[in-house]
């Protein structure tokens, strides 16, 4: 005799496994907690099993039985996902589950903006994020952790694909009071005999510091931080100037104190913002909509939040 389960009953009994209690489980699927309640009973009534123990003290825990089968539970359920997405783009339309991963250094100014207007469009699209450095997107992405990830063309390694957007040219950040921020332009000779505050991120680093090694000069590092409003406040502060790629919407650290940004001439090569994939693992449908609709809208949105501005 066949099993007559349903999804939905999967779903509950994944969602009461997963918080220990049926008014999480509840509160999670958006349903009644006598939905969840009687959902799971119909479940264990149809498997012959005992799924869940209730102690007062800890909620819902599974019994051996219930952990076996959560398991199975969850593959069914991610299945089942599978297999609705990909009706979903053989029929032309954009829909399913969209890891995004980011930048951390720019993730706050440019991935909510992004992240709305795509789904504005596509409503069938489920999307999650995830901030990291440049080391730690190579590896997401590598362990299919994300499905795409915008970020920089900085040493990008030859088994992921990298798709140019934008190009960010450097700026040096200074507070005004810097002897060197009524400059038109700086060049790493002129910065070189001042204090730096270096954005200290992996591949980041390098790439800053490579204006002083191609010109035979050496930064003089005072500060290192990993986080970009720490390197602005320092930097509005006194602390030194810093190299970047991009300035905050009004020229302002977080507390507030004004910042001035200066090209910096010399030959620097401007960094590239783009997407990363995973090469020749792209899903037409889903990523290449995005992939499209992230070029058009950095171009005509996000310029303005990251390009170069009249000093």
């Not at 990291?132 to 992921?160: K, M, N, W």
């Not at 505050?197 to 680093?205: K, N, Q």
């Amino acid at each position: 005799m066949p099993l007559r389960y349903t999804l939905r009953q999967l779903e509950y009994f994944v969602a009461v496994g997963d918080t220990g209690s049926i008014a999480a489980a509840a509160q999670r699927a958006n349903v009644s907690s006598p939905s969840i309640s009687a959902g799971v009973a119909q479940l264990e009534e149809e498997l012959g099993v005992r799924l869940f123990v209730r102690r007062h003290a800890h909620g819902l825990t599974p019994t051996a039985a219930g952990r076996t089968l959560l398991i199975q539970a969850r593959q069914t359920l991610s299945e089942a996902g599978a297999l609705r997405d990909m009706a979903g783009e053989l029929a032309g339309s954009i829909r399913g589950p969209l890891a995004i991963g980011c930048l951390s250094t720019f993730a706050q100014v440019v991935l909510p903006g992004l992240r709305q207007s795509f789904a504005a469009k596509h409503d069938a699209v489920r999307i999650s994020q995830i901030e990291a450095d440049q080391a730690g997107l190579f590896s997401l992405l590598r362990q299919a952790e994300i499905d795409l990830a915008l970020t920089y063309d900085l040493d990008l390694p030859s088994d992921l694909a990298f798709h140019a957007m934008l190009d960010l040219p450097p700026l040096v950040a200074l507070s005004p009071a810097h002897p060197l921020a009524a400059k038109a332009a700086l060049s790493a000779a002129d910065l070189a005999p001042h204090p730096m505050v270096l954005l200290d991120l992996p591949h980041s680093a390098d790439y800053f510091l490579s204006f002083f090694a191609e010109a035979g000069l050496r930064a003089r590092i005072v500060e290192r931080t990993r986080d970009m409003g720490v390197m602005r406040g320092l930097v509005a502060n006194g602390f030194g100037y810093a190299i970047v790629n991009m300035r905050p919407p009004g020229d302002l650290a977080p507390d507030g104190k004004p910042l001035r940004f200066v090209p910096l001439s010399g030959g620097g090569r401007a960094m590239r913002l783009g997407l990363l994939t995973g090469a020749g693992e792209d899903r037409p449908g889903l990523q290449g909509a995005f992939l499209e609709h992230a070029g058009a809208w950095l171009r005509q949105e996000g310029a303005p939040l990251l390009r170069v501005r009249g000093s």
